[in-house]
């Protein structure tokens, strides 16, 4: 069951949004406001929430309540990463959800907080116990993320890829259950009072796998992604129909983000739309087909990501 829709990934991070095309957010702000009007038409008993900010920035927060998007939105997402990217300590996160919910006046979820075991296993396994102890109750919802590790031979979402060193390879090794479908000792400490985070790559190899083990974990919250840019590619749907059916039994909450190359100003997945009406369309046939079951409604996508 759908029960959140997230618009985008955290958009201010520079790996994420293209802030040379829009560097006051301006465009991100519009379209994200025209999708969650489309959202909201399409189906108001979901809770629209904001892309996740990374980094946990109040001044981001400003700036979007001057374009006027939160009053579109119901919840603001942060997510934190502090033993391995941030440059603040874990203990922190208390007094970082208080100032972004006293800035945005929302709720917060943290859709994203996580450890990876880059250096060792026992930091993820203390990473996961605090994590635990600070913001399970704290906030309405906890996505650990991830549940599994990334293949080696994949590439993770960054802009800079290698260039960017041991930062880079750390989205490696964020899972709970390792890239040879191995559990790491961290399984052990998993709270299912939090829910996970799981991306899913187009045509992923890992559903099946990723379902059992988070039917194992006793997990009922879920947090993954539909991306606009793979609803270009062929027999889409074919595939977005197999990752939501297999994820039937979860509570869902929804990332849509993404831009097609073809469809962006410039050719890459952070580009501003160069129609942000397309993405509140996108928008509103994902909830009409997976939140509100009318598949049948809706036209197959056709073409290729250009």
């Known amino acids: 069951m759908i029960e959140a829709i997230k618009f985008w990934n955290e958009p201010n991070n520079l790996s994420h949004w293209d802030f ?17 009007q489309a959202v909201r038409d399409e189906a108001p008993h979901l809770t629209r929430v ?21 009053d579109h939105l ?3 997402a942060v997510h934190g990463f502090p033993l391995d990217w941030n440059h603040w300590k ?6 970082k959800i208080a100032l972004i919910e006293k800035i945005s006046g929302k709720p917060v979820w943290v859709t994203e907080v996580g450890v990876s075991t880059f250096g060792a296993d026992e930091v993820q396994v ?22 599994l ?12 890829k290698e260039s960017e060193g041991s930062a880079y390879y750390r989205h490696f090794y964020l899972g709970l259950i390792d890239a040879n479908g191995r559990p790491k000792p961290a399984v052990e400490h ?22 059992d083990w988070l039917k194992r974990l006793g997990v009922k919250k879920l947090r993954t992604g539909l991306s606009w840019a793979d609803f270009h590619r062929p027999n889409a749907l074919d595939w977005f129909d197999r990752q939501m059916d297999a994820l039937a039994d979860f509570d869902l909450t929804i990332t849509l983000c993404f831009t097609p190359p073809s469809r962006g ?10 129609v942000p009406e397309e993405f509140a369309d996108f928008a509103a046939q994902m909830v009409r087909r997976y939140a509100l079951d009318e598949r049948q409604a809706i036209p197959r996508a056709s073409g290729m990501v250009g």
Request: hydrophobic share 40%; proline share 7%; with cysteine.
């Open 190 to 211: 998993f709270n299912p009072g939090m829910g996970i985070c799981q991306w899913f790559h187009f045509e992923d190899h890992r559903l099946d796998l990723a379902v």
């Open 50 to 70: 904001l892309g996740g900010i990374s980094p946990i920035d109040e001044r981001f927060i400003n700036l979007l309540q001057g374009h006027g998007v939160l």
């Open 126 to 147: 203390f990473g996961l116990k605090r994590t635990t102890e600070l913001l399970l109750g704290r906030v309405d919802r906890v996505f650990w993320y991830s549940l």
């Open 90 to 95: 874990i203990d922190e996160w208390p007094d």
């Open 265 to 274: 100003k410039r050719p890459h997945h952070t580009s501003p739309a160069e």
């Open 74 to 76: 119901d919840v603001v």
């Open 149 to 160: 590790d990334l293949p080696p031979a994949w590439e993770a979402t960054t802009r800079h």
């Open 20 to 36: 040379e095309m829009d560097p006051e957010w301006r465009e991100f702000a519009h379209m994200t406001t025209l999708a969650a």
